[in-house]
């Protein structure tokens, strides 16, 4: 006896429940995860005020550590490459440049004034240094 085979070919669905779980939990990693990520660079508390400015010149940035510790573009440096580079600085921007300086909470006040000093000697008039805005109690 012979039987008759009947073939039928069905076209399957894709069900898109599981890649959606999927994609939500990959958005859910990532915004948690990037929240937690540390930014680059030198560890610095910044003092707080209560009064503070935004800077629209050019700002070059000095940061001071702790320990007084001299830090150009996150590179320790000496006073002396401070002026130079500072003078460079100057040379190469049409625009005003106005020195920002990052100073630790903790930092010496006669380190800062030496930064300032050198920023003087290299033709920078305009000086700032960076704080936080303090956030009310």
Aim: no cysteine.
């Amino acid at each position: 006896m012979r039987f008759r085979r009947h073939y039928q070919i069905t076209k399957g669905e894709l069900n898109l429940t599981p890649l959606v779980d999927v994609i939500f939990l990959q958005l859910i990693y990532f915004m948690l995860t990037s929240s937690f990520i540390m930014q680059p660079g030198i560890k610095i508390k910044l003092p707080e005020a209560t009064t503070t400015e935004t800077i629209t010149e050019k700002e070059v940035f000095v940061s001071i550590s702790q320990e007084g510790i001299i830090f150009y573009k996150d590179k320790p440096i000496t006073l002396k490459i401070l002026e130079e580079l500072l003078k460079k600085e100057l040379s190469n921007k049409k625009q005003h440049v106005i020195l920002v300086i990052k100073g630790d909470k903790r930092t010496e006040h006669g380190r800062v004034v030496q930064v300032m000093d050198t920023a003087r000697k290299a033709g920078i008039n305009k000086i700032a240094i960076a704080t936080m805005p303090e956030l009310s109690k």
